[in-house]
């Protein structure tokens, strides 16, 4: 289905160009000369995320800016070089299906009018309402069932995980890649949450998620699904991406750890029970830069036969002994509170951190 759209050239809009292009160029200078300073906590690259610069170790956010650098507009002094008239057409959406294009109004409106606002005459108003009546779902779906009720599972667990729109897009862009390749799908179900996997290994501006986490929503959601699956289904599709992300390390857990912890109940009332110095805020702020000194002070060799997940878990517990022979304090965390805000066995945490933190450490 396509529209056509008319327009006409107005003597103001070189002076609307002009602005737009004095508002990009102070936004794109702004942005050169913030991603050449450093991260004032950690010391880390500061480089641009869906118009904000932040911290790529810490996360931390520095500015915001309006237009992407990538754009460039420019003036234009003839106007009959451009066409009047373009024509555009109504694609569908990466992660929804809909064969027919377009929708007629909103849902529950069935009184039209035409784009000057007025009310267009009763022969066409009676054959809208006809075409609107019989654009129902079947119609919609038709041939495309099974990627509507994918998709359908991605937006739910999508609402469930709070994924971000470039995850929930880049899971189905993968989904149909994958679909389109392979020349049998054997659980879709499955797929869906090895691309939601995928997508966000592949983020690296947000915090990854876990198998167990996407297997444990998959089921309250009443969906039968286990980890075995998902990584079967991530040996047998792995072929068929063009891109190759990188295992997880330890820093990319630490941000989803110390948030954990600083929003358990448990944890507050230690605060509140051994009269802690800081507020909330500032504790976090203070596990987050030790536990990524922790991290760098770590050999590379020490690192890598251990587990990243449980790894930084164990990361977050030393980092509050560490802050608390620092400042001369009680230590607020206890490995049972650790363990029970992390959703960490309580003997992994032990076992990381007596075989190798404090020893390293002198604790």
């Known amino acids: 289905m396509t529209f056509k759209i008319t327009s006409k050239p107005k003597k103001s809009f070189n002076n609307l160009i002009r602005i737009i292009s004095q508002l990009m160029t102070s936004d794109v200078s702004k942005i050169e000369h913030l991603k050449k300073q450093r991260c004032s906590e950690c010391g880390g690259v500061l480089?641009?995320?869906?118009h904000e610069i932040v911290c790529q170790n810490c996360g931390l956010?520095?500015?915001?800016?309006?237009?992407?650098e990538s754009y460039q507009i420019n003036e234009i002094s003839d106007f009959h070089q451009c066409s009047s008239t373009q024509f555009v057409s109504i694609g569908k959406t990466v992660d929804s299906i809909c064969t027919l294009g377009s929708h007629i109004d909103f849902f529950s409106k069935y009184t039209f009018y035409d784009y000057k606002k007025k009310l267009i005459s009763a022969r066409n108003q009676k054959k809208f309402s006809k075409l609107k009546k019989f654009y129902s779902l079947p119609t919609k779906i038709k041939n495309h069932e099974t990627d509507y009720r994918i998709l359908k599972i991605l937006g739910q667990i999508s609402e469930y995980l709070?994924?971000?729109?470039?995850?929930?897009?880049?899971?189905?862009?993968?989904?149909h890649e994958i679909k389109r390749k392979a020349p049998a799908i054997v659980n879709h179900v499955s797929l869906i949450g090895f691309c939601i996997f995928q997508a966000s290994k592949e983020n690296k501006s947000h915090s990854p998620i876990s198998i167990k986490e996407i297997?444990?929503?998959?089921?309250?959601l009443g969906h039968r699904i286990n980890p075995k699956l998902i990584i079967r289904d991530y040996l047998e599709y792995q072929k068929y991406l063009t891109t190759r992300t990188k295992p997880h390390q330890s820093e990319d857990y630490i941000s989803r750890f110390i948030d954990n912890v600083v929003s358990s109940r448990d944890v507050m009332e230690r605060m509140i029970q051994?009269?802690?110095?800081?507020?909330?805020?500032?504790?976090?702020r203070l596990l987050n830069k030790k536990c990524l000194h922790i991290l760098k002070t770590l050999h590379y060799n020490i690192r890598a036969s251990r587990n990243p997940?449980?790894?930084a878990s164990t990361v977050v517990y030393c980092a509050d002994r560490l802050l608390a022979r620092e400042f001369n304090s009680k230590p607020i965390l206890t490995q049972k509170i650790a363990s029970l805000a992390m959703q960490i066995p309580e003997y992994s945490i032990r076992d990381h951190y007596v075989k190798i933190f404090k020893p390293f450490f002198n604790l």
């Not at 709070?162 to 989904?175: E, M």
């Not at 802690?276 to 805020?281: A, G, L, R, V």
């Open 215 to 220: 297997c444990n929503t998959f089921r309250l």
């Open 162 to 175: 709070c994924l971000s729109k470039p995850v929930k897009s880049r899971t189905a862009y993968l989904y």
């Open 61 to 68: 956010v520095f500015d915001s800016y309006s237009f992407a």
């Open 274 to 284: 051994k009269g802690s110095q800081w507020h909330k805020e500032e504790y976090r």
């Open 309 to 311: 997940y449980i790894l």
């Open 47 to 50: 480089i641009n995320n869906e």
